[in-house]
């Protein structure tokens, strides 16, 4: 090679140098390229193992990061809260790692380039002796540079735009947090944070649903409250405001997308549809599909036709056997062949053959047959199938357990029925054989046999017909107690007085006053509000019946004490009242009626004076026996008295207005316990130990009779309306007769475990009670209908025990309260009860 070409080779490699090292440096300072630079490099160049060491290059970001911190706005930072820095930090920190990652990748980029340039020259000048072939060399490489330069230029200056756009956002925002960190309040107080409007933060659909958390809920359950739910932290979200008519109205008119803007009822924010919501609507209206892509005429793809393929659809061929007929059918047809050939079965044409035969032939019908009624014959129809006999059990066996062995006893036993066999309980004796081939024949085996032919033919045969029967639908639906308040309860009130058995009680017409007497002789006049004992009259013997008069206009209480009946004036309630019972008590009625020598002998009346009229007594009627009862009519001038041990004189009606007496019975029929009047007609209920008498006053002559089926009747009530009365018996037993119904009691009614002693009808409600020995006040419901096709509905409602017993005696006396739904009870602990 001349002096002159190798100058000119020497030049051109140094320049070459020197370009590498320039690309180098600038790719060490812009270090920040994406990625996308990695893509460019051609990675097919072969490289050698030579390293060339270079000088770490300069961080990237230092010139930026120096102009941002030197700013004047660097102090303002000092100011920002420990949240923002540490947000800051981190996002820088994120940054200052990308960047380093991209900076060393784009370093490594750079290096091998520079060492695959530096083999390449090596490899240049070593084996290339022409000029040639340097000349393309250089060329190659120069046109490769170019490119890289113009890459990395165009990177660079997008990341440091990118950077530098970061970086002010940030500088601008610590200048704007550091202003108003800078400027206090007036007051020096901190600043409170703004409240947020929840409706503009959250301004995605998405969003709402997930911040209300409801659930599917009717939003009107949230109509008197001030919110509409919570969000994901427990916060109420407060309903928006929604304007009045005249805001609607407003919008109306202004607003020129009122027409499609809806209410969503979850936030109660208000939507406006979108044009592509109103379109899909529409179609909707009008029965089109939402979707306008949607085609519903798309060609129909025809899987099956009906060319004939020459290969299966399916991905495997058909096996052999289906190519081969069935043996089965086979059979099935040899057997159908064979039948019509030996006639058993008839081919369609003979079928149809026949049919047009049969329907030529006349048609015979039954005169009497009914429409839902065929012939039908019994045997054949209505055959029943005998009996099995039952297997054989283990007493058969030929090696049966020695308990089913007959010992002495049961042999002899067995034996004593010979005569009569079917008495026995096994018709054959147990056996026991050690093996089964010693087991002789049976001698009975004919006989048995035989007596089995005899039963199939002799015995007839029949359904045993059971009822299936659910034993609930025997026992009476009865309703709730619940729905049948009111009635008493709970103990209210306790009457403390008497000092003995309290035997009797009454009560005033409109309720608020009671009296009762007992053992002690006293006649105690209580205030039921109160519970205050308001009077106290001597009455000088055991007071076995107390009786209020039901006239309001009178105030007068009939006492039975011993052989005397005391009319007394209690001198409570209206004053005018009690002041004209006094003037006509003291006017004695002349009668010209001579009084029959029996009714006399039975009973005078006399005209209390001294200290028994200052006590309260008007009237003493002597009685020849101890009365035991005394019965007020309901208009208030006649009351009746018993004496049980006066025989035909055992029962006595008296007329306090003339003030004489009568004997209604000339002979008893029994030992009477009790009498009662028919509240509207004029009937009179006598009661003897058995059974129950109704007569009639007018025509003078007995109306009706009544069975207890009981042994002594102790007590009767009856009800207002005058068609059921109720009996209470010593033998343990309520009787309910209704007596439109049965002279036999329509119910009987087993709640007591002692005598029952006392029986009421409550006035007003549908309410009656029992009391007995047992301490036990039992209260039920008692429902009478209009309706004579309807029963009475009797329903136990409530137990009440709160007495004690006293010489075997619990509760003596029950009564009703007049116009409340309560009711009292007299023990003989001396004490009387009210339950409300």
Known sequence: MPPTAKKSVKRKLKAIVENVDVRSEESEEDSEAEDLLNAEFNDTVDSSDEEVEESEPEDSDGEVDQLVFDSDESDALEFESDEDDEEEDDDDEEDDDEEEEEEEEIKNKSNNLKKQDEVKIKNILIKSNNEKNKEEILKNKNNKNKQEEILKNKNNKNKQEKILKNKSEKVTKNKLEAEEIKSPDINNKPSEPELKDEYEEYDSSDEEDIRNTVGNIPMQWYKEHDHIGYDTEGKKLIKPDTGDELDNFLKRADDPDFWKTVKDPQTGQEVVLTDEDVEIIRKIAKGQYPDPNYNDWTPWVDWFTSKVEKMPLRGFPEHKRSFLPSKLEAKKVSKIVHALKMGWMKSSAELEKERKEKSKMPAFYMLWETDDQAEEMRRIHKHIQAPKRHLPGHAESYNPPPEYLFDKKELKEWNKFKDTPWKRKLHFIPQKYNSLRTVPAYPDFIKERFQRCLDLYMCPRGYKMKLNIDPEQLVPQLPSPQDLQPFP???????????DIVRSMTAQNRGQYIASGGDDGNLKIWEVATGRCVKTVPCGATIRS??????????????AAGQKVLLINPGVGDHLVTSKTDKLMEIIPQSDVVVNERVQSAVQWEQAAGDNWDQGVRVILNHFKIVKQIVWHAKGDYFATVMPDGQNRSVLIHQMSKRRSQIPFKRSKGLIQCVLFHPIRPFLFVATQRNIRIYDLVKQEIFKK??????????????????????????????WFDLDFSTKPYQTLRLHGTG????????????????????????????VYNDLLQNPLIVPLKNLSNHEKHEDFGIIDVMFHPIQPWVFSAGADSTIKMYS
């Open 489 to 499: 309860t709970t103990l209210s009130m306790v009457f403390k007085g008497h000092t």
């Open 546 to 559: 107390v009786a209020w008069c039901p006239n309001e206009a009178i105030s007068l209480i009939a006492v």
């Open 706 to 735: 009544l069975f207890s089926n009981s042994q002594w009747i102790s007590s009767m009530s009856i009800h207002p309306g005058g068609d059921n009365i109720i009996v209470g018996t010593y033998d343990r037993k309520v009787l």
């Open 756 to 783: 029952v002693r006392s029986v009421s009808f409550h006035k007003r409600y549908p309410l009656f009670a029992s009391g007995s020995d047992d301490c036990k006040l039992v209260v039920c419901h008692g429902m």
